[in-house]
C-alpha cells in the first residue's frame, strides 16, 4: 500500500490536508539491522572491564523481561543461584499498551514506563545499562550508553566509563525491532514520521492530538498491542475522524484476543488494511 501522508507507531501530523498517521511497532516487528546499531543499557555496573554472569539476556522488552523474572522464579523453585543480567539500553521498561494512557493523562509513568530497578527488587536479575557492541558465544562487548540517546533517562548514576567484557554461560536474544530501525527502512518514514514508542514519544502525541483537527484523517501502522490500544483510543476522543489501522495479516494475530479485537474495532469504527508500508510522502 502506498501511503502518501502518515505518522508512525507514533504520530505524524500533516496541516494542510489534516492527515495524521500514528505507526505502532511491536516486538515480533521483523526489521533487520546490523546488530552493532542496536544501543543497550548498564545500570550499576562496576568500573571494570570485565565481568561474569549465568544468564545474559539481551533486550528489555516484554520478551528479555519476562524471561529474565521467568528464570529467576524456576532458579529459586529449584534452589539454584543464578546470576542473571538484563542489558537493556534505557532506564525504564515501557508497557505499549498503556502508553496512550500515559498521552491522555489516564495513567502516571510510574505504571506505563517502570524502572527497571523497582520492577526486579529481589527478583536476583541485575539491569546492566549499556550498548551491545559484539557478540559471541561466550562473551559480549557492551559500550557506555550515549548520552545523546539517552539524555531523558531518569538514571544518569553508575554509568561504566569503559567498554566491559560480559562473559556468560547462557545467552537470550531479544532485541525485538527498534522504533530507528523501522525509521530507516521505510523511505520518508524519518522525515515525515514519528515513532509511538517512548515516554517522550507520548508527550509529542499529546501535543499532536491538541492540533488535530475532529474530522482528520488518522493512519496506525501497526497491528500489534500497542497499535490496536491506538487505534481505538484516537476513534473514540475523535469519533468523526476517519481512523485506519494497517497491519500485516490480523490485529493481534495467532492471539486469543484476535478475534475480540476484530469484533471491537468493527464496532468502533476502525478500518483495518491488511497491508505494509512502502514509504512516506
Known amino acids: 500500500i502506498l501511503m502518501t501522508q502518515v505518522i508512525m507507531v507514533g504520530l505524524l501530523l500533516f496541516p494542510s490536508s489534516g492527515v495524521v498517521a500514528f505507526i505502532s511497532l511491536s516486538k515480533s516487528s521483523r526489521v533487520q539491522f546490523p546488530i552493532s546499531s542496536r544501543l543497550f543499557a548498564i545500570t550499576d555496573i562496576e568500573t571494570r572491564t570485565e565481568q561474569e554472569c549465568d544468564v545474559a539476556i539481551f533486550g528489555g522488552g516484554f520478551g528479555g523481561l519476562y524471561t529474565a523474572l521467568a528464570i529467576s522464579r524456576e532458579a529459586k ?11 537493556d539500553s534505557t532506564d525504564e521498561f515501557v508497557f ?5 494512557d500515559l498521552t491522555v493523562g489516564t495513567a502516571t509513568e510510574a505504571e506505563v514506563c517502570p ?18 557492541d559484539s557478540l559471541g558465544t561466550s562473551e559480549a562487548t557492551l559500550l557506555p550508553p550515549s548520552t545523546n540517546n539517552h539524555k531523558n533517562n531518569r538514571d544518569h548514576h553508575h554509568q561504566t566509563p569503559s567498554n566491559t567484557l560480559l562473559k556468560f554461560k547462557t545467552a537470550v536474544i531479544s532485541l525485538g525491532a527498534s522504533p530507528e530501525a523501522v525509521l530507516k527502512a521505510v523511505p520518508g518514514a524519518k522525515d515525515h514520521a514519528q515513532p509511538f514508542y517512548t515516554r517522550e514519544d507520548a508527550q509529542n502525541m499529546r501535543r499532536l492530538l491538541s492540533r488535530t483537527r475532529p474530522t482528520a484523517q488518522i493512519v496506525v501502522v501497526g497491528g500489534g498491542y500497542g497499535g490496536v490500544e491506538l487505534a481505538a483510543c484516537v476513534q ?4 468523526q475522524a476517519e481512523v485506519v489501522l494497517v497491519s500485516r495479516g490480523p490485529p493481534m494475530a495467532g492471539t ?6 476484530d469484533r471491537a474495532l468493527k464496532k468502533l469504527g476502525v478500518r483495518v488494511e491488511d497491508a505494509s508500508v512502502e514509504r512516506i510522502e
Open 256 to 261: 486469543r484476543a484476535e478475534p475480540l479485537v
Open 236 to 239: 473514540r476522543r475523535l469519533p
Open 77 to 87: 523453585l529449584r534452589r539454584k543461584k543464578l546470576d542473571i543480567r538484563l542489558v
Open 96 to 100: 505499549l499498551p498503556l502508553l496512550y
Open 115 to 132: 524502572r527497571y530497578n523497582d520492577l526486579l527488587q529481589g527478583t536476583g536479575v541485575q539491569h546492566l545499562k549499556a550498548s551491545l
